[in-house]
């Protein structure tokens, strides 16, 4: 079973999408992470991120161990990453390393941005989670702000919406809902309540499939 959960940053999509592989026992995939580990090692190599070759080749050399780094998660490697994402390049050297993962047995549960549009579009499964940006913003300043991190709510709240603009509005695979993905507002659900709302449409996806084959 192949599950692609897309949506905007903040939206829970990386929570659920971990509870959803656990609760199935998949494999799971944050393909977030590997935008922001190419953005991280073209800043390491003042490679200019708007330099859609010398991004590539970053892709190129990547080694996926090292997509558990922590300092992966920081505001300024999410915004580098959005930018990074924009290069068609970029994103087809990337896109066989996800397909592939996806194609292993016995599945696997992808989240990011293009999962059920592009990378994909043949999944048995397809959320697409979304909030409010105020909603979402609120989520990523308590996050911040409980590890430490010294910033304001305005601030989260502009970033937020300069990632959606970019990441919405790129020419290639930019963030959109499939045209067969189920919505999922978390706007007003806590995280235990979105994870039985997606266990549900999950659910009712595969009895339908079931049906139909
Ligand atoms: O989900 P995230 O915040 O970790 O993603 C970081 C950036 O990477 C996001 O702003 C856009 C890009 N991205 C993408 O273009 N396609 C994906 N499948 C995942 C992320």
Known sequence: MIVAIDGPAASGKGTLAKRVAAHYGLPHLDT??????????????????????????????????TLADPDLRTAEIGEAASRVARHPAVRTVLLAYQRTFASAA???????RDIGTVICPGADVKLFVSATPEVRALRR?????????????????????????RDSTRGTAP???????????????????AFRAALDLIEAAMSRAGRAG
Do not use: C, M
């Open 141 to 165: 300043f308590l996050e911040l702000t409980g590890r430490g991190v010294d910033i304001s709510q305005e601030a989260v709240l502009a970033d937020i919406r300069a990632r959606d603009e």
């Open 106 to 112: 016995p599945g696997a549960v992808l989240d990011g």
């Open 175 to 193: 963030l959109v809902q499939a045209k067969d993905a189920v919505l999922l507002d978390t706007s007003n659900l806590d995280i235990d309540a």
């Open 32 to 65: 977030g992470l590997l935008y922001r580990a190419v953005a991280r090692d073209a800043l390491a190599s003042a490679i200019d991120l708007d330099d859609a070759a010398g991004a590539a080749g970053v892709a190129e050399a990547l080694e996926v161990a």
